[in-house]
């Protein structure tokens, strides 16, 4: 499926993108003081280690030729006070950076998500849970880091390489000039192995979520590998695999591995280049021995910042790509949002009408056309019909997830879009097919319904759906835990949550997708009463699946490819012996047997170990 | 067939590694590329050599070369030896990596493809019972952990520990009292860097769990999005997001903090240390009892033998949190596997399917039967259903059959030879398994269908299994048919179209045994008839059990047999078993009732 192509796990090399690198770094602006703060303490601190190498070379040269130890002790002294303050830019550069991080990427979690809660659906049916989760989380990290550390480890590297540069002028500019000859050279090469160890890495990086896959698969799927008898052939192919994973580790961890040999042999050049020179210039008196230990200093100490900085200009391409995909995030537009002057409402009672409604979800392929549908106020309408006919969009589009785009619908009289989204989401109730239930209490799950609701009104309207007697057998009660997604609870005990909360929110609008999944007698019994207290009059809108739903409805309408085929009673349209008398004997047959073998059930229930 | 010897992947057994003592686990773990470890080892020490060299040769250049008469043309070789001496050092420090990358990666792929392998010959209880999450991280992040100490912790405490001897040693030929006071700092900062990066890990462990949870709570609310715009809650999600993301700053503001007094800790102590060492050094120098190049020398080693010790700490924390991994992982290469290739009777050819009960009995666990003294008798080719509640032992009866479980009491018969006497391979060769709820692969359609068999298929060979299966027109009407990708990335298929797969992929496999449980569950009414028709294509001369609900799916069988809690309860044929009052003539009643029911609702409707 192509879609899916733009949000594969890309981790392209974009061309340096001035603009987002701009934009990334205003992301710093309302924290410039921690900013300046960690930067005085870097260049502090890359200063005073390369003039600690200078007073190495003082030591040597004002000390020990001319034996005096008076030079000792106040050289001495100056070493002291430096390793103090030293002590203490190292650690306000590591708090101040670490801690600017973190806000960053709190900054950025905060507004990505908030952000989240406005988008519409049509973002979210186009776009992967697992990419957005990415933005928010491993994205976030990358561009905090790169903004915080990154421009820690390059600063440090540009003062300590200046530093280290002003102090080799001053000493014995010549041979400066020959040593720094190498700082290019060492950029080259350092640009050169990062380019190939990150490529052989990512490839490492991508084969191992892979193997990971591979294995989540096999261990899901070992039945049918027994069963079939497939073992060799599943090594087989999972042989292929870890056999590329292992060339591509391999390649990482080889070209690393000569990446610092080849700069100590970079270094080695230089050092024989002051060991040529300088000799020879302590022969004219124009160096000293002293000098040659600094140079030899500033020389091996020169790799490092070169290094960092490699590995920082790496890592901010990629902080690039990263940071595009956060703000192609951060700036998509909902589709659906309020229209200026939108109508704060109390109540949005009343009659719905779908005036000439086109809607589509893709240009190419309209799924309703010229849609017209009349709903009384507290009428029940129960729409059937195949997959993909469309009642899933009605549903959508009177929630207003998604807005028509083509005609009106009108509550009230008043085309919907006029009212602002709040007043319409806290007037309709919404039960979807599969329940969706948050991490937590029944009680916080409860009261999703309504935020103000009392311990009363929770109990009260667990009361109605009769899901309080079974929260009551539970050891904690309304305190118990629902486990991530619910995991904790059975299928109907999630279905009968979803109702207490529509009941709990007491809506103008209820629009509920039936659920299908089969529950045991005594739970179905007690939804189906659940339903039928929340339906009496109010307006409702039900994709049904059920008989009794169905029989209940005041109107049901058949759909087909997105236009009304069949609609009135249901003695009205079984007379009419066309689609729906077909979807109704055959409904009938195959539900009246489930609930025989579900009946079978309850009489003969026992544990069923294993599977 | 010996399964093992076969494989040209898993070359050396792992259960022999296991160790109560985890260095001695990780000792074994790498038979074969243990000399190279140690080689790999050795070349870090003479890379540490080498170092030493350098300074030597600079000791040598200030005080022998700089005060000859033909300095000038010494210096060029005294510059060419730097370079000589940093080839030296460059070629074993490559090759003690390159070496120690090589055997991290050979025992990684080692215990990843056993891993791997074992796991999927763990028995049918082990997998029963293990939560596939947890096995899942055993198999990935616990097997990274135990790269890393071969790729990195172990080499480079290897090479720390041979840097600090080698260069003592040098320091002690130098001046033995200057290097033996320059090491003074040491067990401090060993200790400090330990105490400190326990601390860090904890606050670190503290951060990620936070994270776990962030991310969990920003999830639900993704997966939840419905709902939350349902009922206008966004403001609650984003407190509640707020919560925990402020949660996660504080946790990183804690990390961050204990990283920041313990690096200039030690940088203040070893700031310490080489004043002192170092004015030692000045004053030895003056009073003559070492040379200026000395000195520089000892400058230049006392960086090498002591910044590098303040990095143990974290490596013995790392190596301890690796040695967890390895625990981990052993656990796993404990469990006893099932071996596929232990039966002695090896047929020829195909079986031809008469299969025999006698007495058998079941339990998953002791004192809860599930199958209670079963005896029963089919023929080749025959059909027999089983029909009963959920729970009343059929789907643990179809599971005993390719050996999925063994039977403790009693046995069954395969053409006349104990079921136990066959290799489980060559069982589930010739047995076929639809199950209630099939799990498909994500990969094409086609290569599901291809799965089971162990040859090259033709593309009408698969099309005309997914035929049989009625399921090939829905295949054709997706938009890369065949090629279609199942799952996440590619299309999600109903219930009833899963089964439809697996059974085409039953069907490619053409075994002489087939078992269907509950194969047509979810199949929604329309295609149901089309595919009992596939069914009965497919069940032709093959044995076949068959689990089925509806009268209408056993009736066609040679035999019904109907269970309760264990036990056969009625058998025989379907014109047997309606002429005798029991179970199965009471659910062939209500079901009949179901249609008179309809007949009167329509009659009352007026049509």
Known sequence: ?????????????????????????????????????????????????????????????????????????????????????????????????????????????????????????????????????????????????????????????????????????????????????????????????????????????????????????????????????????????????????????????????????????????????????????????????????????????????????????????????????????SDAVPDVQDRSGAAEVESIAGEIVFENVNFHYEPQKPVLKQFNLRVAPGETLAIVGPTGAGKSTIINLMCRFYEPTGGRILINGRDYTEISLHSIHSQLGIVLQTPHLFSGTIRDNLRYGRMDATNEEVIEAAKVTGVHVFIMALEEDYDSQVGEGGVLLSTGQKQLISLTRAVLADPEILIMDEATSSVDTLTESLIQRSMDTLMVDRTTFIIAHRLSTIKKADRIIVLNAGEIEEMGTHRELLKLKGHYYSLYTKQFRSEAAARESAAAEVSTQQPVPGR | MATLANSRLVEYDLKQTLSQKPLQGLWRLATGYQLTYIVATAAMGLAALAKVATFFLLRFLIDDVLPMPNVLQVLPLVALAFVGVALLEGGFTFTGREMANRVAEKVTIRLREYLFDHLQRLNFTYHDSAKSGDLIQRSSSDVDMVRMFYAGQAIMLGRILLLFIVMLIALMTLNVQLALLSVIVVPPVVALSFFFFSRISTAYEAFQEQDGKLSTTLQENLNGVRVVKAFAAQGFEMNKFEDDNQEQYRRGKVLLFNHSISWPFTDFLIGAQTIFSYSLGVIFAINGTITPGTFVAFTGMFVWLVWPMRNIGRLIVEISMGLVSLDRVQEVLREERELLDDGVHQPGGDVRGEIVFENVSFEYEVDTPVLNDISFRVEPGQTVALLGSTGSGKTTLISLIPRFYDVEQGRILLDGVDLREYSREYLRQQIGVVEQEPFLFSRSIRDNIAYGVGREVTDEEVHEAARAAAVHEVIMSFPNQYETLVGERGVTLSGGQKQRVALARTLLKNPRILLLDDATSSVDTETESAIREALQNMMGDRTTFIIAHRIQSVMIADVILVFDQGRIVQRGTHDELMAVEGMYRQTYEMQARIEQDLEKELAHVGI
């Open chain 1, 1 to 329: 499926m192509s879609e899916y192509s733009t949000f594969e796990e890309e981790e392209f090399y974009t061309s340096f993108d001035g603009r987002t690198f701009l934009r990334l770094l205003s992301l710093m602006k309302p924290h410039w003081p921690w900013v300046a703060g960690f930067l005085f303490c870097i260049t502090s601190v890359s200063f005073i280690e390369a003039y600690l190498t200078f007073l190495g070379a003082r030591l040597i040269d004002e000390a020990i030729i001319p034996g005096n130890l008076d030079a000792l002790r106040s050289i001495m002294i100056q070493w002291a006070v430096l390793i103090v303050l030293l002590s203490a830019g190292v650690f306000g550069f590591i708090y101040l950076t670490g801690i600017l991080g973190q806000r960053i990427r709190y900054d950025l979690r905060k507004r990505l998500f908030n952000h989240l809660q406005d988008l519409s659906f049509s973002y979210y049916d186009k776009t992967p849970v697992g990419w957005i989760m990415s933005r928010v989380t491993s994205d976030t990290m990358r561009m905090g880091n790169v903004l915080t550390w990154g421009l820690l480890d390059s600063t440090w590297g540009i003062m300590a390489i200046i530093s280290g540069v002003i102090f080799m002028l001053a000493i014995n500019w010549q041979l400066a000039l020959v040593v720094i000859l190498i700082v290019p050279l060492l950029w080259i090469v350092a640009t050169e192995f990062r380019k190939r160890i990150i490529k052989y890495f990512r490839l490492a990086r991508r084969t191992n979520s892979q193997i990971t896959a591979n294995y989540a698969e096999m261990i899901q799927g070992v039945r049918v590998i027994k069963a079939m008898a497939r073992e060799e052939k599943t090594l087989g192919e999972f042989g292929v695999l870890t056999s590329r994973m292992y060339d591509a580790s391999y390649r990482a961890a080889w070209w690393s591995a000569l990446f610092l040999p080849a700069v100590q042999l970079i270094t080695a050049f230089g050092i024989g280049a002051i060991a040529w020179y300088g000799g020879w210039q302590t022969t004219v008196g124009t160096m000293t021995i002293g000098g040659i230990q600094a140079f030899v200093g500033y020389v091996t100490m020169m790799m490092f910042p070169i290094q960092e900085m490699a590995r920082v200009y790496a890592e901010l391409q990629q902080a690039i790509a990263s940071a595009e995909r956060v703000f192609s995030l």
